[in-house]
Nanobody
Framework: VQLVESGGGLAQPGGSLRLSCAAS????????MNWYRQAPGKERELVAS????????YYADSVKGRFTISRDNAKNTVYLQMNNLKPDDTARYYC?????RGQGTQVTVSS
């Protein structure tokens, strides 16, 4: 069972990044998926979740209207499109499901 995130990096305030999480070792389409983030000195925050078919999503208030979670069950991949990034979005972003969590990808928002 493995989850591998990619797509993090440095972005300017107001910029965009798209995170990807590739899953392997389990039947991806049977599991809802989540994106979490954790900044130094802060608690881990659930950013977004998506149901097995993608028909239901959840967003934290802090990212609502700016981030979009999606999935491609044919590619065993979940995405997090992040627009209008703010410095407060700086954190390590992890994808997870009930049976696994990835190593994370760093997102830094700074001018």
């Amino acid at each position: 069972v493995q989850l591998v995130e990619s797509g993090g990096g440095l972005a300017q305030p107001g910029g965009s990044l798209r995170l990807s999480c590739a899953a392997s070792g389990f039947t991806f389409r049977f599991y809802s998926m989540n994106w979490y983030r954790q900044a130094p000195g802060k608690e881990r925050e659930l950013v977004a979740s998506i149901s097995t078919t993608g028909g239901s999503t959840y967003y934290a208030d802090s990212v609502k209207g700016r981030f979009t979670i999606s999935r491609d069950n044919a590619k065993n991949t979940v995405y997090l499109q992040m627009n209008n990034l703010k410095p407060d979005d700086t954190a390590r972003y992890y994808c997870s499901t009930s049976i696994a969590r990835g190593q994370g990808t760093q997102v830094t928002v700074s001018s």
